[in-house]
């Protein structure tokens, strides 16, 4: 499906249609010059950027309320320059942020009153997304709560219906594509602040140049910082107690804040852990070109080295966190 | 329910019986001698150690294979004495390792043939640690997998099924309490490797000693190492750049080693996060009792301070990490 000739460039997101990721893939990718593709699964995601048939995928890897996507951290620490990594070419070349609202809907053949309301289908993760809200009108002893794939599919589900006690939780977008009534808006526990954060991946190897096809987002984005951040993963020998603190006290040694730090297991040994850091560089001063990696860099990923077992750089990219809307750095 | 002049102690754990939660709250505390009770949700248990209502609670905090038990972790960044926590006086006690081991279960009246099955029960948490097995044999696009609160409840469910479609993963506990037939055994990715750690908590205001009621439990464990750790929490000013790098350099300053370390969203600002940080003692010297907190820790919180915005520390307990069975610490 690679189109290296064209500007028609093949976008990856995790379906059904108009899911997050879906809505994210648009406001990146322009749907009118890209084509988008809904992909079953994260793996299924992965795969297809390593072996090329999709040219960029969007993928959540954070949500403000909610925390990290622990799949996505498991595919990711399945990335890098390594010989026994599964996606080894697979790089993260950009960030952007999508404020989330969640609607509750039901089919338009339901009484439309949430009073019958005896079943909710949503994503997992939506369910502590929305927490007050569900605790105030749809106690878990009143009302069944049912996991779905994603928040479409549970609006998908709905419209299918003809039960008036089964609702969804899901976004506008699925709201409108599926014919559903919406009962409530913006029920997130912090309306306004409830944001996920995506990352835009591709493979390394990709014969366009490294950007080719995120010009115009990247454009859009020029009035923010020109900061960048990377994102690196590493683990340590278990035989050095203390390893953890060295190894991060190199980023501060070159400069680097720390902007996020995660841990899952290694899945190779017990109580071993796969590190995520992200950094952002000091400064950085005439090298703005996405292209120009910094030499500070490398010399940081070299002493690294002396620190951890395994090390990984997964992707340069700029920050598009934007800290005058309240918004924050984690260090 | 508390029952300060008597021995008979009130445990909670997360229910429904036959849970691995009740499996671990079995074997630190002898139903013999203690009432275990399960409650519904890790919410009410907390609730429920912090009104005093029961003595005890054996929560899971991290499986090997699947990482961190995020609700409970934000349960915790709820605990310590802070005006404006929800569950000031709620400490950690104990830990315990137990091994986890996951089977295929039918009803006693279908056919026993895995053929047969289109729809599996289990807890959310379970489809990762048993992903191999799943793929292989029950892939996504051919057996439905429904998430339900525990594997207990998934036997239960099947257990009242009449439809042989129908199957369960869940623990041997649980497969017999509710009559099942058992099509696979050690189905996890890893089988042997894969164990989830118990905290056991209890208010710290309690009239009883610190660990009255855990000594059973505590010396049967004395052939083990006799090193300590703490759970600590905190958050760090988001202004302060490389504060985190600064904030963990203090362990490493006063000979503390990072066994673990987990970061959750705040809720109180996005993308600002609580800093979970497990630390062991370099060496306990002549301070082997639970009782007795290490000048050494009281130092290294007050110097942690100068770098946190917040900090808690919420437990001081006896690391029982068995190193020789090939379980190895993070740093």
Redesign the interface.
């Known amino acids: 499906m690679s189109n290296d000739d064209s500007h028609t460039l093949n976008i990856a997101y995790l379906g059904p249609e108009a899911s997050f990721s879906h809505q994210a893939a648009i406001e990146v990718f322009s749907p009118s010059t890209n084509t988008l593709h809904p992909l079953p ?1 994260f793996s299924a995601i992965f795969s297809a950027i390593q072996i090329s048939t999709h040219d960029f995928a969007v993928i959540p890897i954070e ?5 990290s996507v ?2 996505v951290l498991d595919l990711l620490s399945q990335c890098g320059l390594d010989s026994s990594a599964q996606f080894p070419d697979i790089e993260v070349v950009a960030e952007y942020y999508l404020p989330v609202h969640h609607c509750l809907f039901v089919a338009q053949n339901s009484d439309s009153s949430s009073k019958e309301i005896r079943t909710i289908y949503t994503h ?1 993760q939506v369910w ?1 997304q929305c927490n007050r809200y569900l605790s105030a009108h749809f106690p878990p002893n009143q009302v069944e709560r ?2 779905v794939g994603s928040t479409s599919a549970a609006a998908q589900l709905v419209s299918r219906e003809t039960n008036g006690s089964n609702a969804a939780i899901a976004s506008k977008l699925a709201g409108q594509r599926h014919n559903l009534v919406r009962l409530a808006e913006n029920i997130e ?2 309306p306004g ?1 409830n ?1 996920t954060r995506f990352f835009v991946v591709r493979n390394r190897n990709s014969k366009h140049a490294r950007t080719t096809g995120l010009e115009q987002y990247l454009s859009s984005r020029t009035g923010q910082s020109q900061r960048y951040k990377s994102l690196i993963t590493f683990t ?1 020998p ?1 035989t ?7 190894a ?2 190199v ?2 040694q070159y400069h680097f ?2 902007t ?6 290694s ?1 190779k ?5 796969v590190f995520f850091v992200e950094c952002e560089e ?1 400064d950085n001063g005439g090298t703005r070109g996405i292209h120009g990696e910094e030499g500070n860099l490398q010399r940081l990923l070299a002493d690294l080295q002396r620190f951890t077992e395994s090390l990984q750089h997964l992707g340069r990219f700029q920050d598009q ?1 934007q800290r005058e809307d ?6």
Chains 1, 2 share one sequence.
């Open positions: 699964s949500n403000s309320t909610n925390g622990v799949q997992p502590g049912i996991d526990d912090e602040s944001t340590i278990h050095k107690p203390g390893a953890l603190a060295d991060l006290a980023f501060k804040n720390l996020s730090i995660d841990t899952r297991p899945r040994r017990n109580w071993q852990y000091a966190l309240g918004i924050q750095s984690k260090t």
